[in-house]
């Protein structure tokens, strides 16, 4: 019979060591979190028991008294398996705990898990939970965004989109397009600060073409894009 993945002990465990590590880290952590974790660590020792029963019954070499080996060993994938979706289930609860708190990085690493364990729709889903409360955090900020901003507000845009590329996973819907979103006002700002400053653009310059909206139906190149941008607002900085 086919092994499933819940049924791997390296996959099972891993959710609830990524739990002790959260408490470990700290005791003083607000309680929800605290109680998503433990759920966790007991879901995936009721898993391990029933995982551990499935192994036992495989490797009989006949039934319990009474009872049909086939009957018995589909009885235990069965409830290892509606353990595993509760540990799933938990698992997700932990992630929505973690991102009310920003806590990014950990949430990536559970996505990364569930892909591990061959949960692809699991680890899609809380990348998309990941993104969204990335780009809820920035909101704000990103709204504000127009084509007249003095270079505080220019920094902060760079540092916003910088971060969105580097915490929004890149599977995350029309990423690239959003972040390119915001090029053009921040590249006609960066224009803009050019030429009050009367700073010599160079030949090879494409704050100007940026600003226009050369790049807007390029997303795919938003990073080298948003990295040209901010070579140039630095050597203005720098003077």
């Not at 290892?80 to 990014?104: C, R, T």
């Amino acid at each position: 019979m086919t092994q499933s993945p819940y049924l791997s002990l390296r996959h099972a465990v891993r959710p609830a060591i990524f739990a002790h590590q959260l408490l470990a880290g700290d005791q003083e952590r607000a309680g929800k979190l605290v109680a998503e974790c433990e759920e966790l660590l007991l879901l995936t020792r009721e898993l391990l028991k029933a995982t551990g029963n499935v192994h036992v019954l495989e490797e009989q070499s006949g039934p319990e008294p009474g009872g049909d080996p086939r009957a018995q060993l589909l009885d235990a994938y069965a409830d290892a398996g509606m353990i595993w979706a509760k540990v799933v289930g938990s698992s997700m609860a932990l992630a929505a705990a973690l991102l009310e708190q920003n806590k990014w990085d950990e949430v990536r690493r559970l996505a990364s898990f569930f892909q591990d364990a061959g949960e692809m729709a699991v680890a899609a889903d809380l990348r998309v939970q990941l993104g969204e409360a990335v780009w809820d955090a920035y909101h704000e900020q990103l709204r504000h965004v127009n084509p007249k901003m003095p270079p505080a507000e220019i920094q902060a845009t760079i540092q916003a989109l910088r971060t969105l590329l580097r915490e929004v996973p890149e599977d995350f819907p029309d990423r690239n397009a959003k972040v390119n979103f915001f090029l053009r006002p921040l590249a006609a700002s960066i224009q803009a600060l050019m030429s009050r400053q009367n700073t010599e653009i160079s030949y090879d310059s494409r704050v100007g073409h940026i600003a226009a909206g050369g790049v807007a139906k390029y997303p795919d190149i938003v990073k080298i894009s948003l990295d040209e941008l901010t070579t140039e607002f630095e050597a203005i900085v720098r003077g």
